[in-house]
């Protein structure tokens, strides 16, 4: 028997970007919360850099907006732009309002220290240490917890969102709920809410090298497109150029706030080479040092280039990069006296379900924030310390725009879970090779530098791979790795079928075949339509 929730909102994701929308909305309606693994767990704990807000009087908005559509090389929003960074402020006051510590520039200062990063043309980054994120996340937290209309359930995946046009074969879709699995239990619910909210962050685990967190695997993206939502500018993933080489360190980033201290990129000889890149150097926006340094690896034949800020005082790194300086402690390296080995990984998902200034994604009754949405803000190249901005600056106007709509009305019965024609899998280890097999070659021919033959080789091997996936899928019982391995796949076809429709190379997008902007038209996004009704439920 299939277990029913009914709630006002259901929310899928407790990073940032949901506890935030949550605790906007915990005042006027009960609240669900799901998370597919322990609730801090996702990309908003590990951010280490920080928020990016106009806080100095030598900075301005309209500086912060014109990096932000410098970075996107064109084809930002800039409406979304300005109403991020205009809202920019508030958010980061309201954070304050929570328990966010951050930093201040001394002990008894009533004036926060603000750091430089990648793309920006002023210090405006205001943050917690080199661990924002963790102070960020585990605050909302802790203050959901504590507040009676908002319910949390970990370990909790969502298979697929319930839509009225596949469960009462209206013409009108709208959105009714989720199917989730219990993991723990292996149990199917079935949660119901007038409002449902994707937050369940990028998908930076469709590639073998990532600083995201496992949970990282697209599973709202792909849920909204088979559901029926556009999904826009999949061709643009971010690497991020320094997460730390090391055989034991898996998925460790560092942070970008160590260039905007003077960290310089060096070859093993000792030789810098970013200045031969950019005119920024190691300030350069991110696309930019993580080609260059793939450039140099591959020049070379090297494994690794080195991020050095040794020259600093001893104390002054200790106390600005802790969590750093005590991870790169615990593999043997000393940042105050050596280099850090580093290469650049999957980190950042630009694209996503296509929303409106307020959250709403194609189908009503849904909406998207944070990683998981194409809000225009990013454009093809997100600017450092956007991300997190982004998460609070959207979710807090899809809570405006969801209080508007009070009182909810209750969505109809729907049919439960089916599993009747499926049986036990007896082994997982096609599972496991399949996701292997997907991360290595979304690696191999859909990375960093691409090609036209490196993409097609890519979304044939795709092919094999999801008929294997859907066969096994309609045959077996739900797990969750075969979720995740299923919502992978369908966002390396996005991912693949995007980056053969841009024929440029523009931000984080390059191809060897189209190496030059097209600027003979405005730019344009990449829309991706759904494929119906195949795959809705």
Known sequence: MTTTHHCDILIIGS??????????????AKVAVISKGQLEEGASLYAQGGISVVLDKTDSIQSHIDDTLRAGAG?????????????????????????????????????????????????????????????????????????????????????????????????????????????????????????????????????????????????GIAMGWRAGCRVANMEFIQFHPTCLFHPKAKSFLISEALRGEGAKLLLANGERFMDRFHPQAELAPRDIVARAIDHEMKRLGHDCVYLDISHQPEAFIKSHFPTIYQRCKQFGIDITKEPIPVVPAAHYTCGGIVTDLNGRTDIPGLYAVGETAHTGLHGANRMASNSLLECLVFAGAAADDIKKQLPLATPPAVRPWDASQVYPAKEAIA?????????????????????????????QRLNLLQNEIREYYSQHHISNDLLELRNLADVAELIITSALLRKESRGLHYTLDYPEQDNSHPPHDTIIEPRLPDHAV
Request: charged fraction near 25%; include cysteine; aromatic fraction near 8%.
């Open 15 to 28: 990073g940032t970007a949901g506890l935030t929308l949550a605790l906007h909305m915990a005042d006027h």
């Open 75 to 219: 084809l930002c929003n800039e409406q979304a732009a300005r109403f991020t960074v205009e809202h920019a402020r508030e958010n980061i006051e309201w954070l304050i309002q929570q328990g966010v510590s951050f930093t201040r520039d001394g002990v008894t200062s009533q004036t926060y220290h603000l750091t430089q990063e990648g793309g920006h043309s002023h210090r405006r980054i205001i943050h917690s240490a080199d661990a924002t994120g963790r102070e960020v996340e585990t605050t909302l937290l802790a203050k959901a917890r504590a507040h009676p209309n908002i319910e949390m359930f970990p370990y909790h995946i969502g298979i697929d969102l319930i839509t009225s046009r596949k469960q009462l074969g209206e013409q009108d879709n709208r959105c009714l709920g989720c199917y989730v699995l219990d993991i723990k239990h292996d149990e199917t619910k079935t949660f119901m809410a007038p409002v449902t909210v994707l937050a369940t962050g990028g998908a930076g685990k469709a590639y073998l090298y990532t600083s995201n967190p496992d949970v990282s695997t697209g599973d």
């Open 431 to 459: 599972i496991s090779h399949n996701w292997d097999e997907l991360r290595r070659f979304m690696w191999d021919y859909v990375g960093i530098v691409r090609t036209t033959e490196r993409l097609h080789k890519a979304r």
